[in-house]
């Protein structure tokens, strides 16, 4: 262990916890609140609803005491909203992921998937290939890659797996063209949509609907709650064939304790704000692009957003990390992305619209981050 922390010191890559509080009068384009729901007034009363009225946690395992007529209006509203025939709520994300991809692979299945997929797909890949499977790997967003992966597969069951929109960059996967090869290869496709929900679309319905594929019975997509929505939490959606299968299979479900009430409640809150108010989604991909756009006239090299995710390259892991914390000093705290956590090894700072954000509050977190690059 110890030479490890001294070789990631060398290299400039030693993380750190830094603990903030409540109110600090910084800006926050770090986190992942693109549509400003984790603060707003209806959410967090709703939360607090849900835990007097259920208890701080939810007491168990979703199959034993954790399943609340909370969790299952949830999962009915997320199924509607994205167009699918049923939802499963997980404790997270990641949870999400390991059981959507380990419960879906296995033995006697191809499992092709793109180079820059999340972390939490890539262990869950690891895990259906313990299990048997034969994992493949395709280029960045390349479809006709994927095909000819799947082509090549000789065992008899075959998943591509991607991200709708990736967390580095913020560009966005050809959902539609993916599923295209699937088909003419008789492959199921799964996707994690984390960055899509409430982003993606007219109304933030997500990468599906944006696809065509909402109820398609070859396509199963996880999300999180923990993002658009503000609270905590994921969820898979798609055939209730395949959510029945989950409820039986998935270890990650099957045994860890249920999403606590406070978070279901907050989370149904802001699917309900987001149906009201569509606009939100539109609001957000408007500041991301106009981020990426000024970021790129001030001489900076910054990526072109699909989604509200604003990548901003540095020279070195060192110098982003400067770069970040001269940011905050100034009043706006912006994301660091460093070697492992970045695919193509090149450090960047990420900067992450919220559908709240002013204009005022728009202009200003450029001014500051130009300045202190």
């Not at 009430?261 to 569509?278: D, H, K, M, N, S």
Request: contains cysteine; proline residues 3%.
């Amino acid at each position: 262990m110890e030479a490890a922390a001294e070789a990631r010191a060398a290299a400039g890559l030693t993380r750190r916890l830094r603990p903030r509080p409540a109110r600090e009068g910084v800006l926050d384009l770090a986190g992942n609140d693109y549509l400003g729901m984790s603060r707003h007034p209806v959410v967090v009363r709703a939360a607090a609803d849900a835990a007097a009225h259920w208890g701080a946690g939810a007491t168990g395992s979703r199959l034993v005491s954790g399943s609340t007529s909370l969790h299952a209006q949830l999962e009915e509203e997320l199924a509607d909203f994205y167009g699918t025939e049923a939802a499963l709520v997980f404790s997270s994300g990641y949870a999400a992921n390991i059981a959507m991809v380990a419960s879906l692979g296995g033995a006697g299945t191809v499992l092709a998937c793109d180079r820059y997929n999340h972390a939490s797909l890539i262990d869950a890949t690891r895990l259906a290939k313990a299990a048997g499977g034969h994992v493949r790997l395709f280029g960045h967003r390349d479809t006709e890659e994927a095909a000819a992966r799947l082509s090549e597969a000789t065992l008899p069951h075959r998943l591509v797996i991607s991200d709708t929109v990736f967390s580095v960059d913020g560009d966005i996967a050809d959902v539609a063209g993916l599923a295209r090869v699937c088909r003419a290869h008789g492959a199921a496709l799964l996707i994690d949509d984390a960055h899509g929900l409430g982003v993606i679309g007219e109304a933030g319905n997500g990468s599906l609907r944006s696809a065509g594929l909402a109820n398609a019975g070859d396509v199963v997509t996880s999300v999180t709650l923990s993002k658009a929505l503000g609270a905590q939490g994921g969820a898979i959606l798609g055939p209730r064939r395949v959510i029945d299968h989950m409820v039986q299979t998935a270890r990650t479900f099957i045994f860890d304790t249920g999403l606590a009430p406070a978070a279901v409640g907050g989370a149904l809150a802001a699917l309900r704000l987001l149906r009201a108010e569509p606009e939100r989604a539109q609001r957000v991909r408007a500041i991301a692009r106009h981020l990426s756009a000024s970021l790129n006239a001030a001489g900076l090299r910054a990526s072109t957003p699909d989604a509200a995710v604003v990548s901003v390259l540095a020279s070195s892991p060192d110098a982003a990390v400067t770069w970040a914390q001269r940011c905050c000093t100034a009043g706006v705290r912006v994301g660091c992305f460093r070697p492992p956590s970045v695919p193509d090894g090149r450090a960047r700072l990420r900067l992450t619209a919220r559908a709240d954000l002013t204009d005022a509050d728009v202009e200003r977190a450029l001014e500051i981050v130009v300045e202190h690059s």
